[in-house]
């Protein structure tokens, strides 16, 4: 599993967001290049921050919990490593699991403060489309490795997945999630993340705050009591409740970066009385 991080699926991300900006373009979406240039460029400083620094420090950490409290608790080889089909079966049980990871971890940046500061830089797309994905803080992926990955490094031992197949699906579905498209499963909303259930948790109105919060499976949310249901031909307003707007590189990298150094601060005045 420590290639998903490692191999950071370059090539599936450039396929999918030219395939989902031709879409988009298709079905007359309003697309400006002043936003397409900022996520793009937030998209790269991801990609860097997950190839030179998420990878390392993962594959390090690891090592030494291999070491110390051994990886791979609980064993759910329960797939045959050579057939499509199985494969297929592994990397949906993995993105399960995943999802219940990054569940929490996701619940948690709308809860504490100056985890959503991270966050609201993806919140703030007022664009909601296919490159939104990419309108990432570059230290998300870092943390992601801490609360995500190695938790799941340690705790199961699964069935090795053909890399192509676990980058191509992650990659794909969470381009195809963002899509600025009317795409909604009506009654069967619950079984799968589509791009109106993703829209609505970044929703800019009250009423959508703080629901949906899994990527691929809602069924989390409905188990921990956070899913809200799509009305048909719901698609509201994106961007931050707040009305603040990030409209630049320099805001994209900053937002964060000055608040938690303003936290600090603070602490450290407190500490110092
Ligand atoms: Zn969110
Ligand atoms: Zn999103």
């Known amino acids: 599993m420590l290639g998903i991080i490692q191999d950071t699926p370059l090539v599936y991300w450039l396929l999918a967001v030219a395939f989902g900006l031709a879409i988009e373009c298709t079905a007359k979406r309003k697309i400006s290049l002043h936003h397409l240039c900022v996520n793009i460029a937030s998209g790269i400083l991801v990609l860097l921050s997950g190839y030179l620094i998420a990878a390392p420090i993962i594959t390090g950490l690891a090592k030494i919990a291999r070491s110390l409290v051994g990886v791979g608790w609980i064993d759910l080889r329960i797939f045959s490593e050579t057939e499509f089909v199985s494969q297929i079966g592994a990397a949906a049980l993995y993105l399960f699991i995943f999802d219940f990871f990054y569940y929490w971890w996701h619940r948690s940046q709308h809860v504490y403060p100056s985890l959503w500061e991270q966050h609201a830089v993806h919140h703030s797309d007022t664009e909601f489309g296919v490159t939104t994905f990419l309108r990432q803080h570059w230290t998300e992926v870092i943390f992601q490795a801490f609360l995500i990955h190695l938790p799941i490094i340690i705790a199961f031992r699964l069935t090795p997945v053909t890399f192509w197949v676990i980058s191509g699906i992650i990659a794909s579905f ?22 109106q259930l993703h829209r609505l948790h970044h929703s800019k109105l009250p009423q959508h705050a703080n629901h949906n919060f899994a990527a691929f499976f809602p069924v989390w949310d409905l188990v921990f009591g956070t899913y809200q249901a799509p009305i048909r031909d719901e698609f509201p307003p994106t961007g931050l409740m707040s009305n603040e707007k990030i409209e630049s590189l320099t805001e994209v990298v900053g937002w964060p970066m000055r608040r938690w150094i303003a936290t600090l601060t603070k602490m450290n005045r407190r500490l110092r009385r």
């Open 174 to 195: 969470s381009f195809f999630t963002h899509l600025n498209l009317p795409i909604q499963l009506g009654s069967c909303a619950w079984l799968i993340t589509s791009p």
